[in-house]
């Protein structure tokens, strides 16, 4: 009875914190999410993208075999991956667009024109039928994600290409499991409050989004990836630096020792293999 007391009212604790956050507005904002991926930028292509890159080089060999010039947007496309994979093979006019400085800062091409905006924020102001193909890996459910789609209906020209990779709904699930466990324990060093981010629940959602901007699939596919470490604190320091919690770690500081230590051995409690799991969708979509 005594620990079952002692959970309710950490439970009520929470309750009001989380409510004196939302009625003060203190929220996590899409600068916070380009903070986030300030602080992984240099360790993000070789952590995240060492493995990941793979699922990008599909759609990406798609685009350099169905255009072969014209102009492509790489929209919150980060340190640049998909910009320089496509540029290896043909002469492109590429707009790389991304709200975090220090991740722009990581691509070193200067023949590639570097924005640094949220996507709606770029997306909004462009002409329509401006692009041939635009690319969105990883990041379209830091924005309103039927939006940023009808946005891309828009700027794409008739017969352009829309590629997409976006984490679902199932992703990251030992983090999901130990996270709301972190809150209650370090409630008085929650900072921000951070809405679940607009993940799709599956490829079939990712279709309807597309399909309601008036875009054609092509291919949409769920898929699994799963990174194995030595242990779990490897496994905890991987996905602290890989932007994978971006967002969560400004509602709470991950990176803290105290907190980063209880994330492991709460990991360790509920989990026997160190394994992170990614779960996302892929989508190649097409205009007219």
Same mark, same amino acid.
């Given at each position: 009875?005594?620990?079952?007391?002692r959970?309710?009212?950490?439970?009520?604790?929470?309750?009001?914190?989380?409510?004196?956050?939302?009625?003060?507005?203190?929220?996590?904002?899409?600068?916070d999410?380009?903070?986030?991926?300030?602080?992984?930028?240099?360790?993000?292509?070789? !952590?995240?993208l060492?493995?990941?890159?793979?699922?990008?080089? $599909?759609?990406?060999?798609?685009?350099?075999?169905?255009?072969?010039?014209?102009? $492509?947007?790489d929209?919150?496309?980060?340190?640049?991956?998909?910009?320089?994979?496509?540029? !290896?093979?043909?002469?492109?006019?590429?707009?790389? *667009?991304?709200?975090?400085?220090?991740?722009?800062?990581? +691509?070193?091409?200067?023949?590639?024109?570097?924005?640094?905006?949220?996507?709606?924020?770029?997306?909004?102001?462009? !002409?329509? +039928?401006?692009?041939?193909?635009?690319?969105?890996?990883?990041?379209?459910?830091?924005?309103?994600?039927?939006?940023?789609l009808?946005?891309?209906?828009?700027?794409?020209?008739?017969?352009? /290409?829309? /590629?997409?990779?976006?984490?679902?709904?199932?992703?990251?699930?030992?983090?999901?499991?130990?996270?709301?466990?972190?809150?209650?324990?370090?409630?008085?060093?929650?900072?921000?409050?951070?809405?679940?981010?607009?993940?799709?629940?599956?490829?079939?959602?990712?279709?309807?989004?597309?399909?309601?901007?008036?875009?054609?699939?092509?291919? *949409?596919?769920?898929?699994?990836?799963?990174?194995?470490?030595?242990?779990?604190?490897?496994?905890?320091?991987?996905?602290?630096?890989?932007?994978a919690l971006?967002?969560?770690?400004?509602?709470?500081?991950?990176?803290?020792?105290? $907190?980063?230590?209880?994330?492991?051995?709460?990991?360790?409690?509920?989990?026997?293999?160190?394994?992170?799991?990614?779960?996302?969708?892929?989508?190649?979509?097409?205009?007219?």
């Open positions: 009875m005594h620990v079952k007391k959970k309710i009212i950490s439970l009520f604790h929470l309750g009001i914190k989380v409510g004196y956050l939302f009625i003060t507005r203190k929220i996590v904002t899409r600068s999410i380009g903070n986030s991926y300030d602080l992984v930028s240099k360790t993000y292509q070789q !952590e995240y060492k493995i990941m890159h793979t699922y990008n080089d $599909i759609l990406l060999n798609h685009l350099i075999k169905h255009i072969s010039k014209g102009r $492509i947007l929209l919150a496309g980060g340190t640049g991956y998909n910009s320089n994979f496509i540029q !290896e093979y043909n002469d492109y006019s590429i707009d790389l *667009v991304d709200i975090s400085k220090q991740m722009l800062k990581q +691509c070193q091409n200067s023949s590639i024109n570097k924005v640094c905006k949220g996507m709606l924020e770029f997306l909004t102001v462009q !002409e329509s +039928c401006c692009y041939d193909a635009i690319v969105c890996t990883w990041a379209l459910m830091y924005e309103q994600p039927q939006k940023v009808n946005q891309c209906q828009r700027l794409l020209k008739n017969g352009g /290409y829309l /590629y997409i990779l976006v984490n679902d709904q199932q992703t990251l699930p030992q983090i999901r499991k130990i996270y709301p466990k972190l809150l209650i324990e370090y409630v008085d060093s929650i900072n921000k409050l951070m809405f679940d981010l607009p993940m799709p629940n599956n490829a079939q959602q990712l279709e309807r989004w597309a399909k309601k901007a008036g875009l054609k699939n092509c291919r *949409v596919t769920s898929k699994k990836q799963e990174f194995y470490f030595t242990d779990w604190n490897r496994a905890a320091k991987f996905v602290t630096s890989t932007g971006a967002g969560y770690d400004a509602m709470l500081d991950l990176k803290n020792e105290k $907190i980063f230590n209880t994330l492991v051995e709460q990991l360790q409690k509920f989990f026997t293999k160190p394994c992170i799991t990614h779960h996302f969708v892929m989508g190649i979509f097409k205009k007219g």
